[in-house]
């Protein structure tokens, strides 16, 4: 599998970000989380997608995906309750209950209701 490098667009006065770098991995987990606080469900599944995944500079972290597709599609995005499923085949069951207790912490925390 090959990664996409992209060049994410800068704020005025600040330099390129290349998609493969751990600054583009903690830039797009902040603007996805602020986007989630809003209600934006589609923020939650590209999380999922990127830890799934291990791109855009984020780590590949199945436990991760797997509550970010969890979190999307309790807000009724479908393609994540699919996404879920098919990460949930690559992890065991102590892995997929430990993903649960993440997806529970996050919603009590009230982050995604901030």
Known sequence: MTQAWIKL??????PAV????T???DLLVAT???AAANGDNNALFDLGV??????HG???DMIEAHKWFNLAAVSGHEEAAHCRADVADEMTAREIA???????????????AA
């Open 9 to 14: 667009v800068p704020n005025e006065g600040q």
């Open 18 to 21: 290349e998609a493969g770098s």
């Open 23 to 25: 600054e583009s991995g």
């Open 32 to 34: 996805c989380l602020a």
């Open 50 to 55: 990127a830890y799934s995944t291990g791109s």
């Open 58 to 60: 984020v780590e590949c």
């Open 98 to 112: 430990e993903a649960q207790r993440r997806a529970r912490e996050w919603l009590r925390s009230g982050r995604a």
